[in-house]
């Protein structure tokens, strides 16, 4: 027998016991294969001969390599044969599962272009035959992205980001036409206005990616609705119409705290950053916790049990107050006096509206 063939048996064997982990059902650990069967079965297969001398050799190896395989008398069982080996590429139905939900709720991925990544996802399914579009009724109600270039854009702002490079590109707006939603380019003295910024982070937030740049024009920070970016193009000198162009603002991003800002920002609009001091109803404890963590300073408040005082960081701006809005006298601004008083305004304005 040529050494060839010796080679080839460990991996015909890892290959037996994930067919019989697969045919037996993911979650079914209680079926089990012998060596005497391992043998049988490289045989019958692969013609190639194996004692159980050798397969309990086999086997030790890939145990060693990182493989989960189970022994028990009645021989031997690959755990999980569809995602927990380290050097496996397979994925647990759960797990497409997940990653087929995760495309069809995000906002930012076009219907066209989600049904086609979840249908090269089927490909990857360990059992035949089952579909993972059986959740599409929600993905026609989705509000979801018209952008097709969307996930090239990603693709692209990676690239700037780890060559970094600028990027150009031009930013969608969208208005009514009579009776209809139109979506267009923004405009800046009658031909698609041109953006160059230095991208440093793509954060996940509100169902959609958001691009936070260094702006060198205003020397500040930008945020861009990613999804909302057309023609991005990397300032990288790769071809010859394209001048290379390395970021801008790195001691600007030097001072950001990029988690900091995701929490702070409502609907990523920035604003002055200000600490403020809120009253809170109890039974809020949760909102106050989801919105910005559990370490925030808390105390008793003074006036009512049912309440607690905390403070937190904000970007100031009307989403904060319309978030703050939603719930009504359950959540007061303390202190300080000038965005409590804003907030007022903020109020006042909005019942003005409805006084005309």
């Not at 209680?30 to 060596?35: D, P």
């Not at 909302?228 to 950001?256: C, E, L, S, T």
């Amino acid at each position: 027998m040529s050494k060839g063939e010796n080679r080839l048996k460990i991996l015909y064997v890892i290959d037996i016991l994930k067919e019989n982990s697969r045919e037996k059902g993911i979650h079914a650990s209680n079926h089990y294969i012998s060596a005497s069967r391992l043998a049988q079965k490289l045989r019958e297969k692969y013609d190639l001969k194996a004692d159980r001398k050798s397969i309990y050799s086999y086997i030790d190896s890939l145990k060693e390599y990182g493989y989960n395989i189970q022994k028990s008398k009645r021989g031997y069982y690959l755990l999980d044969a569809a995602d927990n080996c380290p050097r496996s590429a397979d994925f647990e139905t759960a797990e497409l599962k997940l990653i087929a939900d995760a495309l069809s709720l995000s906002r930012f991925c076009p219907v066209k272009k989600t049904k086609q990544i979840i249908q090269k996802l089927e490909q990857l399914l360990p059992e035949k035959g089952l579909s993972l579009q059986n959740r599409e009724i929600f993905l026609e109600k989705v509000i979801k992205s018209d952008n097709l270039s969307v996930i090239y854009n990603i693709d692209s702002i990676f690239e700037a980001i780890n060559e970094d490079q600028q990027i150009a590109f031009h930013y969608q707006n969208v208005r009514v036409d009579k009776q209809h939603f139109v979506t267009e380019l923004r405009m800046e003295n009658g031909i698609p206005k041109n953006y160059l910024q230095s991208p440093y982070a793509l954060l996940w937030k509100n169902e959609c990616y958001y691009l936070l740049c260094y702006d060198s024009y205003t020397e500040g920070l930008r945020t861009f609705r990613v999804d909302r970016m057309v023609d991005v193009i990397v300032q990288n000198g790769k071809d010859n119409d394209i001048p290379a162009i390395p970021r801008d603002g790195h001691h600007y991003f030097q001072n950001v705290d990029i988690a900091e800002y995701v929490n702070t920002a409502f609907g990523m609009f920035g604003g002055e950053k200000k600490n403020v001091s809120l009253r809170v109803k109890k039974e809020l404890a949760k909102v106050i916790a989801d919105c910005f963590g559990k370490t925030i300073s808390i105390s008793e408040d003074e006036l009512s049990e049912d309440y607690f005082v905390c403070s937190v960081n904000i970007q100031q701006s009307n989403l904060f107050f319309s978030w703050l809005s939603g719930f009504g006298t359950d959540i007061q601004i303390l202190f300080p006096h000038d965005v409590r008083e804003q907030y007022l305004y903020y109020l006042k304005t909005i019942l003005s509206g409805y006084d005309q």
